[in-house]
C-alpha cells in the first residue's frame, strides 16, 4: 500500500488548506483513512477518521467544526479541508491507513498500519 499526501504549505491565521492524500495498491474502497499529525516537538496525534464508504467521520476535539476529511473513492483520494487554521495547527499532516477491512472508523493511531510522507503545514499568526 502507498500512500502520498499532497497539499501543505504555508498560510496565514484564519485561512484554508485541503489536504490530499493517493493511495495505490489495493482496493481502497474496502478500508477506512485517517489523518494524523505531528507538531514540533510533540508527540503525534489523531487529526481525522473516515470509514470505508465516506458516511462516518471523526474528528479530535481540537479541530471540530474546522477541518472536514473525505473521500472520493473513484479517484482513491481522500481530503482533509482545514479551516480557521491556527499557528497551533503547524504540523506535519499524514494519512493513514489500516491492514484490515472493518466499516468502522478507526480513532486511533495504534488501528493503523501503512502511513504517507507527511505535508508540511505552517500556520504564521
Known amino acids: 500500500v502507498q500512500l502520498q499526501a499532497s497539499g501543505g504549505g504555508l498560510v496565514q491565521a484564519g485561512g484554508s488548506l485541503r489536504l490530499s492524500c493517493a493511495a495505490s495498491?489495493?482496493?481502497?474502497?474496502?478500508?477506512?483513512m485517517g489523518w494524523s499529525r505531528q507538531a514540533p516537538g510533540k508527540d503525534e496525534e489523531f487529526v481525522a477518521a473516515i470509514n470505508w464508504s465516506g458516511d462516518s467521520t471523526n474528528y479530535a476535539d481540537f479541530v471540530k467544526g474546522r477541518f472536514i476529511i473525505s473521500r472520493d473513492n473513484a479517484k482513491n483520494t481522500v481530503n482533509l479541508q482545514m479551516n480557521s487554521l491556527k499557528p497551533e495547527d503547524t504540523a506535519v499532516y499524514y494519512c493513514?491507513?489500516?491492514?484490515?477491512?472493518?466499516?468502522?472508523?478507526?480513532?486511533?493511531?495504534?488501528?493503523?498500519?501503512?502511513w504517507g510522507q507527511g505535508t508540511l503545514v505552517t500556520v504564521s499568526s
Open positions: 493513514a491507513a489500516p491492514s484490515f477491512a472493518t466499516a468502522l472508523v478507526l480513532t486511533r493511531r495504534s488501528m493503523y498500519d501503512y
Open positions: 495498491g489495493r482496493t481502497f474502497g474496502n478500508y477506512g
